[in-house]
């Protein structure tokens, strides 16, 4: 019965890591040889397992039972129980030492259960360097449908009829822009996937071309006989090395199998991938900047129209799409346009894969389809809050996205309802937030990004973001005055109707947003020099409660600065104009009696 496992898949992201350094590759090796199960089982590295609030994880194939490796110590005990029940299938399920629980399958499991999987299919049952393992799972079985029973005119039919929108942000139908690049008869013609994730906590992008690069090269290869181009280049940022490599990897062995290069599958069809590593700018997530950058110049981005389905890479027609949406391509040629748009809204038509992260329990890549609403994502996918928090607030779209609040939890997940209350859909970053966050540094913080990854091209978005990001960081200091909210506003709209690309268009929206549904904490900044959430330190004053206070003076002994003095059986006194509002004694204070 032990034939019955034939792979361990494991995860090798930074954030499993970083969460707990345990070699699992070398763990799974010493315990796999020990055991005996060496030459019968594989190992496959995986860049993501999707539930990274468990990491780091392994995964049981087939049958994709999943177990979290909390330690090394009985790893060998623990995996040896598991083997010994698929040797005795009437025995229970092994229970993991410390919680008791059995160790599930993933359809058992509500962070899993409740997801609807089509880019995110193949995550952990691959081996992302395989070309045989993703031929095995229907690998371009989509690219053969495509050159061997379809026109490219039947191809784009069939990305019409799914209703794909794009999914890198702007929501642009995917069907219309193929169209557009195919009736430009200027050659030769490009296919641009666009990788360069810079999103603050998203990545979708990057765990899909980490662990299933073929459906990504699939989807590229298809849009090149739809729209008559000949060359594709990958743009992915260097600080992806996993990604570069499995892409490489992955370009090498369609190569060999002849699903890339000349007369591809014997269609006389003929179509080459390229990898260009960018410099890490996020302005470069912006269409024609990374077409610019692909040229070797410095990513700006340049004035429309031409649309680069006209006039793109090198004055050529250019399609370009980012990773998520090549990736459902070749399930939508596979399967047909009327199956995916059965999935998801009428206008908002199949899954979207979110990055889940911030104060939620269960953080990790989440796909479900469109027009699932907010509670469903955060408090059944996700688990709800950490701890004893109380959710305040869910952050969605990016540095350039909206902050809403409680009120919103109802809200179906589409391009055009999350437009209507202030907020925009992005690559599909969700940031979910509890009552320890102040939103207006929250406002901050997305406001001094922005700022910081400006081209400096136009004056509104140059300069403008400083003039808000000076306001801000006055009403945070505690010299805010009620007329600044006001300007805010009217900054916030001039940089929206007057920047020259999308990045300066949106980047006012983390404050109009919290200016909308948090503006009670703008004013309790301004009237009455306080930040509800605790946060702000120039606004914080330290005071001892007499009536928690034990008098121990442990306090006192982890101030950095001395700026607490106390005497035996005597209360610790605070001198303010030495604190410097590290909240040092409030962690260390066991009584809570430091308010």
Not at 56 to 62: E, G, H, K, V
Not at 235 to 257: N, W
Not at 397 to 404: F, H, I, R, T, Y
Not at 412 to 435: K, N, R
Request: glycine share 12%; hydrophobic share 35%; with cysteine.
């Amino acid at each position: 019965m032990i034939s019955s496992v034939s792979r361990i898949a494991y995860c090798a992201s930074t954030t499993c890591k970083f969460r707990k350094p345990i070699d699992v590759r070398g763990l799974l090796t010493r315990t796999l040889e020990e055991l005996g199960y060496a030459e019968r089982i594989g190992l496959v590295e995986t860049e993501c397992l999707i539930s990274c609030h468990q990491g780091p994880s392994i995964m049981f194939l087939p049958g994709g039972k999943v177990f979290q490796v909390r330690t090394e110590e009985n790893f060998t005990e623990t995996l040896q129980g598991f083997f010994a029940a698929l040797q005795h299938p009437t025995s229970p399920l092994l229970s993991e030492p410390r919680t008791k629980k059995e160790i599930p399958g993933i359809e058992s499991v509500d962070f899993f259960a409740k997801q609807r999987l089509i880019v995110l299919r193949n995550r952990g049952h691959i081996d992302g360097e395989s070309i045989e393992e993703y031929i095995a799972h229907d690998g371009y079985l989509g690219l053969y449908k495509a050159l061997t029973s379809l026109t490219p005119e039947e191809v784009i039919g069939e990305v019409k009829t799914s209703g794909l929108r794009g999914r890198g942000g702007a929501g642009f139908p995917t069907g219309r822009k193929w169209e557009e690049a195919r009736r430009y008869r200027a050659y030769p013609k490009y296919v641009i996937c666009n990788g360069d994730e810079g999103d603050p906590g998203a990545f979708m992008d990057r765990s899909v071309m980490e662990s299933d690069p073929h459906a990504v090269l699939e989807g590229m290869i298809i849009c090149g006989y739809a729209t008559g181009a000949t060359q594709g280049y990958i743009y992915v940022r260097a600080e992806y090395p996993l990604a570069l490599r499995m892409l490489r990897t992955a370009i090498a062995r369609a190569r060999e199998k002849g699903f890339l290069g000349r007369n591809i599958l014997g269609s006389g069809f003929d179509f080459d991938v390229h990898i260009y590593p960018g410099a890490g700018a996020f302005v470069c997530g912006e269409s024609s900047a990374l077409m610019v950058s692909v040229e070797g110049k410095r990513g700006m981005p340049r004035t429309k129209p031409p649309r680069s389905t006209e006039a793109g890479l090198w004055g050529r027609p250019t399609c370009l799409n980012n990773v998520e949406t090549f990736a459902n391509i070749p399930q939508i040629i596979l399967h047909g346009g009327n199956w995916f748009r059965a999935i998801g809204t009428e206008d908002s038509t199949g899954t979207k894969v979110f990055s889940l992260t911030g104060a939620v329990k269960n953080v990790g890549l989440v796909e479900t389809p469109m027009g699932t609403d907010l509670r469903t994502i955060i408090f059944e996918i996700g688990g709800g809050i950490r701890g004893n928090a109380r959710f305040k607030a869910v952050q969605l779209g990016g540095p350039a996205g909206g902050c809403l609040t409680e009120d919103h939890l109802h809200l179906p997940v589409t391009f055009d309802s999350l437009q209507e209350v202030g907020a925009i859909m992005g690559s599909g970053g969700i940031v979910v937030m509890d009552d320890s966050n102040c939103m207006v540094d929250v406002a901050r913080f997305f406001t001094q990004f922005c700022v910081d990854e400006s081209c400096g091209k136009c004056v509104p978005c140059r300069v403008g973001l400083r003039v808000m990001l000076g306001l801000l960081e006055k009403i945070i200091l505690g010299r805010g005055e009620p007329e600044d909210l006001g300007e805010l506003e009217r900054q916030a709209r001039h940089i929206q109707t007057t920047s020259h690309c999308g990045l300066g268009q949106a980047a006012p929206n983390p404050v109009l947003s919290t200016l909308r549904y948090f503006r009670d904490e703008y004013e309790a900044h301004i009237h009455e020099k306080r930040c509800p959430a605790r946060v702000c330190v120039d606004l914080l004053r330290f005071e001892i409660d007499p009536d928690k206070c034990r008098k121990c003076g442990l306090c006192v002994k982890v101030c950095p600065v001395g700026a607490m003095t106390w005497q035996k059986g005597e209360y610790p006194v605070i001198h303010r104009d030495l604190c410097i509002r590290c909240k040092s004694c409030i962690r260390a204070c066991k009584f809570k009696a430091i308010n």
